[in-house]
């Protein structure tokens, strides 16, 4: 056989195998500089995806620390005001037991030994509940002949009044108490009014007293 008949005369069924070789070898460049620009695309995902797990890590944290505070803040205020109920409805008892004194003045214990003592044993009565109400945070605000508060009192009438300033708390139906920081009870009052202007006038607040009911107990 001569060398012109050695050669491979290719066929149509080699030919597209050659056609395949050619090709990947024309598209190998492409590829190996797409590989080379992936590391970096790579990496810039994943530092994208490193803040986002950050900022979410923070938000979660930032979540925990106020949901522990508003827990912890919960759990003192139940220890703290836990009395609430109870303190309200003693209430009634220091409020019959201050009636029942009022009932007996000092003429008539003067005159009346078994009322005198009788009152005494009230008196003794009443300071032994106080000391306990106070024991346990609870305490009385005066508010005769003090001027009108919105805060503590609730006006049940006006009453017109010259010789005190407007505003002035000139009688008590029922006192004022607290539990620490927070009102308990507002008073019951009378508030005058057609006097003099009061110079220390409350920040905020007007001379003439509130309207007749008004109470603000967000303290």
């Known amino acids: 056989m001569t060398e012109e008949t050695d050669k491979i005369i290719p066929t149509p069924d080699t030919a597209p195998d050659a056609v395949v070789q050619e090709t990947e070898a024309t598209e190998l460049p492409e590829v190996e500089g797409a590989a080379e620009a992936t590391p970096e695309a790579r990496i810039a995902e994943l530092e994208t995806e490193v803040e986002r797990l950050k900022t979410e890590y923070l938000r979660a944290l930032a979540d925990s620390q106020n949901t522990r505070r508003m827990a912890q803040k919960q759990i003192e205020d139940n220890n703290r005001y836990a009395v609430t109920n109870f303190a309200r409805d003693v209430l009634a008892v220091a409020d019959n037991l201050g009636r029942a004194l009022l009932a007996a003045p000092a003429e008539s214990r003067l005159s009346n030994a078994e009322l005198g003592?009788?009152?005494?044993?009230?008196?003794?009565?009443?300071?032994?509940?106080?000391?306990?109400?106070?024991?346990?945070?609870?305490?009385?605000?005066?508010?005769?002949?003090?001027?009108?508060?919105?805060?503590?009192?609730?006006?049940?009438?006006?009453?017109?009044?010259?010789?005190?300033?407007?505003?002035?708390?000139?009688?008590?139906?029922?006192?004022?108490?607290?539990l620490h920081d927070r009102l308990l009870r507002p008073a019951m009052?009378?508030?005058?009014?057609?006097?003099?202007?009061?110079?220390?006038?409350?920040?905020?607040?007007?001379?003439?007293?509130?309207?007749?009911?008004?109470i603000d107990q967000s303290v």
């Open 117 to 178: 003592t009788l009152a005494v044993g009230v008196e003794m009565t009443e300071k032994e509940l106080l000391s306990v109400l106070s024991r346990h945070g609870v305490t009385r605000i005066e508010s005769l002949n003090c001027p009108f508060d919105p805060h503590h009192h609730q006006a049940m009438q006006e009453v017109e009044r010259t010789d005190v300033p407007t505003g002035t708390v000139v009688q008590v139906y029922q006192d004022a108490w607290t």
């Open 189 to 214: 009052v009378v508030v005058s009014k057609g006097g003099p202007k009061r110079d220390d006038v409350p920040a905020g607040g007007d001379d003439a007293p509130a309207p007749v009911g008004h």
